[in-house]
């Protein structure tokens, strides 16, 4: 079957700009996992959507990320007044709990000049 | 909070040897360990999670070992081929509320030369 998706594969943005980056999950995941890949950095948490249930929202850097799932499955990530600093691997990734492993896509590599 | 180390950050072998990459975490209260692969350009592949309560995963030469009270995990390639070359992600999840989270290190990246 189809893995995880994501879109676009490559953004190269001015800073100051928003940007949307849209994961698409494996169907029938209830859960989805936001990542960033910094250069020189592991992987850091960015955001978690379970079923129904609230977010957690810990893992987002600042009040300029946010994220929504709509009919818990499609997600899309939004940076707004993108910084140079935002420049990474967006990664997004589903399972359904309790399956251990997460399935990650292939990420979106985002570059703000 | 949980911080996860690997060494080394890089790594050259000739085909054919067996090696090892290693994973410290330093809180030893943790759900599972999962080593992951990651190709230039591409996601990440699992390739074995050990639960907590267990101290090996094998899957074909692949070997990974868990010694959840001091903190360590390694990852035993054997007989390396050049198609094993890629970045090798060990990463724990939490126990407790937050089991769902999982923590990176930042990564291993093996070159195996023919």
């Known amino acids: 079957g189809a893995g995880v998706s994501q879109s676009p594969s490559n953004k190269v943005t001015e800073k100051g700009k928003d940007v949307e980056l849209r994961c698409d999950p494996i169907?029938?995941?209830?859960?989805l996992y936001w990542y960033r890949q910094s250069l020189g950095q592991g992987l850091e948490f960015l955001i978690y959507?379970?079923?129904?249930?609230?977010?957690?929202k810990s893992g987002l850097p600042s009040d300029r990320f946010s994220a929504e799932r709509t009919g818990g499955s499609v997600s899309t990530l939004t940076i707004q007044r993108t910084q140079q600093e935002d420049s990474a691997v967006y990664l997004c990734a589903s399972n359904t709990p309790p399956s251990g492993t997460q399935y990650f896509g292939p990420g979106t590599r985002l570059l703000v000049l | 909070k949980q911080e996860v180390t690997q060494i080394p950050a890089a790594l050259s072998v000739p085909e054919g040897e067996n090696l090892v990459l290693n994973c410290s975490f330093t809180?030893?209260?943790?759900?599972?360990l999962q080593w992951f692969r990651q190709d230039p350009g591409k996601g990440l592949t699992s390739l074995l999670l050990?639960?907590?309560?267990?101290r090996e995963q094998t899957s074909g030469r692949l070997n990974a070992s868990l010694d959840k009270s001091s903190g360590r995990s390694t990852l035993y390639i054997a007989a390396s081929q050049p198609g094993d070359s890629a970045t090798y992600l060990c990463a724990v999840k939490e126990s407790g509320g937050s089991n769902y989270k999982l923590t990176f290190g930042k990564g291993t990246l093996l070159t195996v030369n023919p």
């Open positions: 050990i639960q907590s309560s267990q």
């Open positions: 809180d030893s209260a943790i759900y599972n």
């Open positions: 169907s029938g995941h209830t859960a």
């Open positions: 959507f379970q079923g129904n249930s609230a977010p957690d």
